[in-house]
């Protein structure tokens, strides 16, 4: 039931108009949030405030609208070595259940996207009295892209994946993310014995009342937490029922992103672009070292070079002093020159001070390092620091 969409295997033009609404925008509006355009779709930038959303997550539990992002489903028993063709992690060694995070890159070893791939396949109960324990069905894997690069990357799958490989956009399901130490005693109390087992990046079907669903043990905001995929008729029934929880709060886009960005996570079109590379954004451990040697995927080549001879630079946290946030695109200077610019910056407000990541010559990427950053035509004294800024707090199991 999950697989249900729309066949992308053929020629259709898959199209999306300047901006639409999403599953729960009329659920978001009754809650009072702040709509803007983003990604294509209006979305809630927040609620009650930013600050206080950002608290509260860290504290207890945030629910967060992420079905703009793309869900995509490839089926076939040849699915997992076409995904291998063009992501450089292991896909056909991923046990059912299993999530791994991957990249999605071009012939020159630029970062077209960065995706979750959950291997899907089902198991199918047999007839215990026939002796038949059952079996597993034919390989799945569920993709979660982001969502202002899902159409391209669609039109890259489906240019490049075999047609014996069937791609199903998912657009007919919304996409929950809670998010927070309180997360799992909240769902928990919605949904008994659905997770009381599962570890950070596993994945799990399960059918509450009449809603099928997809459960997946990860986020986006460095907390413990899940992303719930879920029929979009269903999702303002499933938010309503999460909301009735004393520790979960709808949260805006605006939280969302300040709390990536302490996590030291990413984000696509800022942090990682087709200008750059997995080993220059530090995103190696995506590159599983099997795969890394023995190559078949797009833009190995030229990934190898960067491996082989290091990159010119590399993405670094930066501490910045005072209380003036660096933005995206600000200069960062070693003396009088410049060694790099800011991709992701703001006032952190668990750390109460202003924090970055951005890209510096490799020379200076080293934990420690004295740096400045250019903000209103002031040099603000910053250092390189590890990431990510505030710990990750994952359930990764005892």
């Known amino acids: 039931m999950l697989c249900e969409g729309r066949d992308l295997s053929d020629d259709t033009d898959d199209t999306i108009a300047e901006t639409e609404t999403l599953p729960l925008d009329a659920w978001h509006r009754r809650k009072g949030a702040r709509m803007v355009p983003f990604a294509g779709y209006y979305m809630p930038i927040q609620f009650d405030g930013i600050v206080s959303e950002h608290n509260w997550t860290r504290s207890q539990a945030g629910l967060f609208d992420v079905s703009h992002m793309g869900q995509i489903m490839v089926t076939g028993e040849k699915a997992a070595e076409e995904l291998e063709k063009l992501l450089p992690g292991a896909i056909a060694s991923l046990k059912p259940g299993k999530v791994r995070y991957s990249l999605l890159l071009d012939e020159d ?10 291997n ?27 969502g202002a690069t899902k159409w391209e990357d669609i039109g890259h ?30 769902l928990n109390r919605v949904m008994r014995n659905v997770i009381d087992d599962m570890i950070f990046m596993e994945s799990v079907t399960h059918e509450f009342g009449e809603w099928p669903l997809r459960i997946t043990r990860s986020g986006y905001t460095g907390e413990d937490g899940f992303e719930i995929s879920v029929p979009a008729e ?15 709060r709808p949260i805006g886009l605006g939280a969302r992103d300040s709390l990536r960005l302490e996590a030291g996570l990413p984000l696509y079109g800022h942090d990682i672009t087709t200008d750059t590379d997995p080993v220059s954004a530090d995103l190696g451990f995506a590159l599983t070292k099997k795969r890394r040697e023995q190559g078949g995927w797009m ?23 005072g209380r003036m946030p660096a933005r995206e695109g600000a200069p960062i200077y070693s003396g009088d020159t410049q060694v790099g610019r800011i991709t992701s910056g703001g006032f952190s407000p668990t750390l109460e001070r202003p924090i970055a990541m951005g890209y510096v ?12 950053v250019e903000v209103r035509n002031k040099r603000l004294p910053a250092k390189v620091t590890k990431l990510p800024f505030v710990p990750h707090r994952y359930h990764r199991g005892n």
Not at 122 to 146: C, R, T
Not at 300 to 321: C, F, S, W, Y
Request: net charge negative; with cysteine.
């Open 234 to 248: 269903f999702a303002e029934s499933l938010a309503d029922r999460l909301c009735a929880e004393i520790e979960v």
């Open 120 to 146: 899907a396949t089902p198991w199918i109960e047999g007839d215990v009295d026939a002796g038949d324990e059952g079996h597993w069905g034919e390989p799945a894997y569920y993709l979660v892209v982001n």
């Open 109 to 118: 070893g630029g970062i077209l996207d960065d995706l979750m791939v959950t």
């Open 157 to 186: 799958l489906r240019e490049f994946i075999d047609d014996d490989v069937t791609l199903t956009h998912m657009d007919e399901h919304a996409l929950i993310a809670l998010q927070g130490p309180s997360a799992a005693t909240a």
């Open 361 to 372: 010559d490799t020379a200076l990427a080293s934990e420690g390092t004295e740096l400045e």
């Open 299 to 321: 833009g190995h080549e030229k990934v190898t070079q960067v491996l082989e001879n290091g990159p010119a630079q590399k993405r670094v946290g930066l501490a910045i002093d």
